[in-house]
């Protein structure tokens, strides 16, 4: 697809927006000029993965909230102040990390007679309009474990049959046997790197047992943990 048939709406696909061969930089400026799918229209900006490009371990979220947005940062919100504490709770140093979203624009509808943004889920379509950006990501940084928080992280990287309450707190191979999801093998080749699932740390703000869910992500977190040693 060319950036022409994407803008006259003949599907949502940020490849012909991303530069081949580049680095981390790079990729992180054309990102900011995304037009791959609609929902570059109503955010502030685009949110591109941050952290360690020499990551072992890469942590995928589902798209930024509305505090990510508006600083143009992953995770600097409630939730990733939960995502930071469980990280090194199970002995990962999360200024180790790359953090990323599989989605780069904040989706939102407006509630409370138009003044506060709540966050919307993306479609599948918009899933796998943005996955260009994140398989870009991870071919480069290549870690030895990706993290996918919650259910979004986890159908654009394993496909869309992915539960994640069938799957969590396994070490699952990556890219998948079945290459569900991808073309991972085409960008990643058979390499050693594993998949781990998890919640996502919004699920634990929302529980009503957060203490039980919190748990259950730091236990998650250790089996990523301990594939690293
Ligand atoms: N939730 C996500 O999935 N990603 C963020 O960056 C913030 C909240
Ligand atoms: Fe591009 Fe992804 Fe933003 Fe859609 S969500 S415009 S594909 S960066």
């Given amino acids: 697809m060319t950036r022409d048939e994407v803008q006259d709406g003949e599907g949502y696909d940020a490849t012909p927006y991303v530069p081949a061969d580049a680095g981390l930089e790079a990729l992180r400026s054309a990102a900011a000029g995304c037009r791959g799918c609609p929902l570059h ?7 591109f993965g941050e952290g360690d490009p020499s990551a072992r371990v890469v942590l995928v ?8 947005d508006r600083r143009g940062h992953p ?17 990962i140093d999360p200024g180790q990390t790359y ?4 989605v780069k624009h904040f989706k939102f509808t ?39 928080l919650g259910g979004t992280a986890g ?33 990643l080749g058979d390499g050693e790197i594993h998949l781990l699932a998890t919640i996502h740390p919004s699920a634990v703000l929302r529980a009503e047992d957060r ?17 690293l040693s």
């Fill in 41 to 47: 229209r109503n955010a502030t900006q685009t949110v």
């Fill in 61 to 68: 979220g589902e798209q930024p909230g509305d505090q990510e």
């Fill in 75 to 91: 995770f600097v919100g409630p939730a990733g102040g939960v995502l930071k504490r469980a990280l090194e709770e199970a002995g």
């Fill in 99 to 102: 953090t990323t979203n599989a």
């Fill in 110 to 148: 407006f509630t409370g007679g138009g003044k506060r943004r709540i966050h919307k889920p993306p479609s599948l379509r918009e899933v796998s309009a943005c996955k260009p950006w994140l398989a870009a990501e991870l071919r480069i940084v290549r870690p030895e474990v990706i993290v996918a």
């Fill in 155 to 187: 159908k654009a990287l394993l496909g869309s049959s992915f539960r994640v309450t069938k799957e969590r707190g396994a070490l699952l191979p990556f890219p998948p046997p079945d290459d569900a999801g991808g073309p991972w093998k085409e960008l």
């Fill in 211 to 227: 203490d039980a869910m919190y748990s259950g992500l730091v236990a998650d977190l250790r089996v990523a943990a301990d594939a």
